[in-house]
């Protein structure tokens, strides 16, 4: 009993205390040292999300390309991962290897001498780049989670389907992408909170031109102004939790609707 | 197994959206705003949006420029303003990079740069210009303050925005009696192990404090008019090391590390944990006093005949977009009215630059009428004490050798 | 996308092939030459080989702790039931928490003014709450690497607790009965299972600590700095004499980095032979 309160008392403490700090810090309008609560509690911070209307558009923009980098993920990753789980290739393995590189080696590697080349040629500070860097980047995660599902999912299905005359377009809209949807969600996920959560890779390739909700709040974290930092901290949290939130609720509909069972 | 049909149309759009995004840009306007008369410009630029890059660690000047100046710039001319914050080393490279490539059509429109920046901007022809003397509210500034930028010759390539002069804040009722020369501060520090520090010298206002210990150390700053001689920099600035390096021990966490910019240091003092802050607007601790971030016992102080005044600039770079916007808000920049909001504490605290014996009226009254509270020296005595600043190759130099001598201990 | 064909070497991976071995070998290639003239110059610099030294030392610390930490508590948790799974899913929470924001957390809960600080005082353990300001300012790297702790043991913790989902439940009750110690059954039951997604988890955390930039760029100190920060500053903030030395220690580290994840590949096959026979 006493070791299931350690740890559960040390999940509560490492896991959840932290994210609490940091609603109550967005509520302090005055907290220092002594001070284990805010001396000052005040709505001032959030108002201010309300009042400053230039938070709209890096947000929509973080949103977009964060969208761009999933989708262009899944249509170079599909393909590539039923071929990797079904297909016979030599050396298979060293090529899964390869393909995972791209999110393993540091970023900023590579990430420097693309800059050199594309401002060379005028791609730069375009969200078009910023959507291609970004899957490049994250894409891994997302071949790994579908290679897996295409393991789980097998030939046999796919097979059986055609043998009955289904077209290939059929058989992956409706026999495949149901069952696969797990691992499409949940490597999605990965390459939509990278890719929204990234600072580096958008202020390096857009120059600080196209919008980005984390560039607008890196210097609020940097800076003296925690309260405000944590209202920006936490929207940066919430959003992602309610896209992915409302994905789900409305894929499992879908899902539930044309599940074979 | 092949990409399906659907597959390939997803991918080609994407390719096209990649492609489009790229070339979606307004076709080159080759013709010379230079050559425009003020009206042609002001027509030019009406309808569209200016991109201005600036320094943005001080959440007070970003809101004062998207709320006071965008409104003005939009209602008087009907020009949009998109603040883009950037360090000015930053923005520099970027338009260098773009100058090597012949990218003809940059994204940035204005530049807030001064000092080492300006340098080697105008000497890379990064800049448009010469573009002041197209400006009529430059008729209100004094010629002779901007013949130079630390020592670089201005000639119309930026255009004047603002009066700059390093203070120092402490709170007076924890010192009564601060330190007024490095002399005594040197002393403070030591009887005060671990309460004060500064910047890393790659900081615009960390390389300026050391700027001020380098002249205080080594016979002031009319000794540095001659021009940089590396053999002669490595003699002179031997004290200033020495100084650093005696001071360490006792600076916050034993001046093993440093706050990396200003806004850490900003962070620093006001939670407390250290008891000087330091900045390069004079005015600005009154503001951060009204706005409840410092106590209201908070006070500024310069060292004797050692605090650094500059005058900062804006320039346009030679790729911009929009050069007639740039124009525009460069000029309304100087605009009277501009100014003294910006010389109000409550908003920044940054002196003008304009020559008020030009003005007149409300103009003039609304410069006499600002209060700029206890917290701010008397003009008097920030002009007693400023020294100008000098070339910047000294303060590459010194930015340089600092990491050297001071953070990793070499001799 | 139907049965398996044998083709020498299918068309469907080339899209990807291409975009990724493009984007891999352009984004190398301007760094390789512009760094010809720096070998020399970095030879002689002492700070780029204290930013590799410091980086290595705060992937290999954050990453072993986040690896060791995760196996603990995934096997903490791993069998829970009702309630009791429920709330243990708490430790998932650090995983849509972008770094930047981690990184923020442990400054407001680390730095000598900030909560931990408090939190001590009040408890009467605290006086003087400098005794904080190793924490983030020693020289040591410990902010990153508390960051990094708290962002990817979850991380860990995924993986491992995928592979012990599919592990037979039996097989531990069976070694019990025969009467089999604690570290027994650890050594013959779970690590078996567990290793290989450790080995994958870690080095993919390994290799992030060392060359990430958001961390460092919030609680790193001065000196030394992270890999990335050390290249950025002498790629963008400083005079173009620093180039050549620079990107020659960007080769260096996506040298290191393929090397090491070469190494991980053989050691794992080599490991993998070894449970098939």
């Given amino acids: 009993m006493i070791k299931k309160t350690l740890l559960f008392g040390f999940l509560a403490i490492v896991f959840v205390v932290p994210v609490g700090l940091l609603g109550l810090q967005s509520l302090a309008g005055s907290w220092s040292y002594p001070d284990l609560l805010p001396s000052v509690l005040t709505m001032d911070y959030w108002g201010r999300l309300v009042s400053r209307n230039n938070l709209l558009i890096p947000l929509l923009s973080s949103f977009l390309y964060s969208l761009g980098a999933v989708l262009l993920s899944l249509v170079l990753t599909l393909p590539a991962a039923a071929s990797l789980a079904r297909d016979r290739i030599p050396a298979r393995d060293l090529w899964e290897l390869l393909l995972l590189t791209p999110a393993v080696i540091p970023a900023v590697t590579t990430a420097l001498g693309n800059h050199y080349w594309l401002s060379r040629l005028s791609l730069t500070d375009t969200p078009g780049l910023i959507v291609v860097m970004l899957c490049f980047y994250s894409y891994p995660y997302l071949l790994r989670s579908l290679t897996w599902g295409y393991r789980l999912l097998g030939p046999e299905l796919g097979a059986a389907a055609r043998n009955l005359g289904a077209g290939p377009v059929r058989v992956f809209l409706q026999i495949e992408l149901p069952l696969l949807w797990p691992a499409i969600f949940s490597g999605s996920s990965i390459v939509f909170l990278a ?22 709040i890196v210097p609020a974290l940097a800076s003296s102004q925690r309260s405000w930092a944590s209202v920006l901290a936490l929207v940066f949290l919430l959003f992602p939790l309610i896209v992915f939130a409302g994905l789900d609720l409305v894929l499992n509909k879908w899902q539930r609707r044309r599940s074979l069972t | 197994m092949k990409i399906n049909k659907g597959q390939s149309i997803l991918l080609a759009v994407m390719v096209l959206i990649l492609g489009a995004s790229g070339a979606c840009k307004a076709s080159i306007d080759k013709s010379d705003v230079r050559n425009l008369s003020w009206a042609e410009i002001e027509a030019k630029a009406k309808g569209t949006t200016v991109t201005w890059a600036m320094w943005g660690g001080d959440d007070r000047i970003n809101t004062w420029v998207d709320t006071v100046v965008a409104t003005r710039l939009k209602k008087d001319y009907g020009v949009d303003l998109l603040r883009i914050p950037m360090d000015a080393s930053v923005f520099v490279s970027k338009v260098s990079n773009e100058k090597s490539a012949n990218k003809e059509q940059g994204s940035l429109d204005l530049l807030w740069i001064n000092g080492e920046n300006f340098r080697r901007a105008k000497s890379e022809g990064l800049l448009l210009g010469p573009i002041s003397d197209k400006l009529p509210n430059m008729a209100l500034v004094n010629p002779q303050d ?7 010759l201005v000639e119309g390539y930026e255009v004047p925005y603002g009066r700059a002069q390093f203070v120092f804040e402490y709170d007076s009722a924890k010192i009564p009696s601060p330190p007024r020369n490095f002399v005594e501060l040197k002393a403070w520090i030591i009887a005060h192990p671990g309460r004060f520090t500064y910047p890393e010298a790659s900081d615009f206002t960390g390389s300026a404090f050391i700027r001020q210990v380098f002249y205080a150390s080594s016979g002031g700053q009319a000794n540095y008019i001659k021009p940089f001689d590396q053999d002669e920099f490595a003699v002179d600035s031997a004290p200033l090391w ?29 939670r407390g944990e250290v008891d000087f802050n330091m900045s390069y607007s004079q005015g600005g601790a009154q503001g951060l006093i009204h706005a409840g971030r410092y106590p209201a016992t908070v006070r500024t102080l310069v060292m004797e005949r050692q605090s650094l005044g500059n005058i900062h600039y804006t320039a346009v770079p030679f790729n911009s977009p929009n050069p007639a916007g740039a124009l525009i808000l460069a000029n309304l920049l100087l605009d009277p009215a501009i100014q003294a909001s910006k010389n109000d504490p409550l908003n920044w605290g940054d002196f003008t630059v304009l020559d008020t014996s030009k003005l007149k009226g409300q103009d003039k009254a609304s410069f006499e009428s600002l209060d700029l509270g206890p917290a701010t020296l008397p003009l008097q005595v920030l002009a007693a004490n400023m020294v100008p600043e000098i070339s910047s190759s000294y303060v590459e130099a010194l930015e340089n050798k600092w990491e050297r001598h001071v953070l990793t201990d070499s001799p | 996308m139907g049965a398996p064909r044998s083709h020498r070497f299918p068309v469907a991976l080339l899209p990807l092939l291409v975009f990724a071995g493009v984007l891999t070998l352009a984004g ?96 009467g353990l605290l006086d003087d709450p400098q005794i904080l300001g190793p924490v983030l300012y020693s020289g040591w790297g410990w902010g990153i690497i508390l960051t990094y702790l708290l962002k990817e043991t979850p991380f860990i913790m995924v993986l491992v607790l995928a592979s012990l989902g599919q592990m ?98 053989r050691a794992s096959k080599k490991a993998q032979n070894q449970e098939d026979t």
Avoid at chain 3, 44 to 56: C, K, T, V, Y
């Fill in chain 3, 168 to 265: 037979d439940s039996q097989l531990v009750l069976a070694a019990r009965n025969l009467g089999a110690g604690r570290w027994q059954i650890f050594r013959q039951v779970f690590w078996p299972q567990c290793f290989g997604s450790l080995q994958t988890g870690f080095i993919i955390i390994f290799l992030y600590s060392l060359g990430a930039y958001e961390v460092p760029f919030l609680v790193g100190e001065s000196y030394p700095p992270m890999v990335s920060i050390q290249l950025y500053g002498s790629l963008f903030k400083q005079d173009p004499s620093q180039r050549a030395k620079a990107l020659a220690f960007l080769i260096v580290i996506f040298v290191f980095s393929l090397v090491f994840l070469y190494a991980y590949f």
């Fill in chain 2, 146 to 152: 901007v013949v130079y930028d630390f020592g670089t």
């Fill in chain 3, 28 to 123: 190398i290639l301007p760094s390789l030459v512009g760094s010809l003239e720096g070998w020399g110059e970095l030879a002689a610099d002492p700070r780029f080989l204290s930013s590799f030294a410091f980086s290595l030392w705060v992937a290999t610390v954050s990453s072993l702790g986040a690896t060791i930490a995760g196996l603990l508590l995934s096997l903490a948790i791993y069998n829970l039931k009702g309630a009791q799974r429920v709330f243990a899913q708490v430790y998932r929470i650090p995983l849509i928490l972008p770094h930047l924001t981690v990184a923020f957390l442990t400054l407001l809960i680390w730095t000598p003014s900030g909560f931990l600080a408090s939190g001590l005082h009040s408890l």
């Fill in chain 2, 242 to 270: 020495a100084w650093l390096k005696d001071v360490r021990p006792y600076l916050w966490q034993k001046g093993t590390t440093y706050p990396s910019d200003k806004a850490k240091l900003d962070t620093l003092f006001e």
């Fill in chain 1, 195 to 216: 890719a929204f959560s990234d600072y580096f890779l958008v202020s390096l390739f857009g120059g600080g031109v196209v919008p980005s909700f984390a560039t607008v």
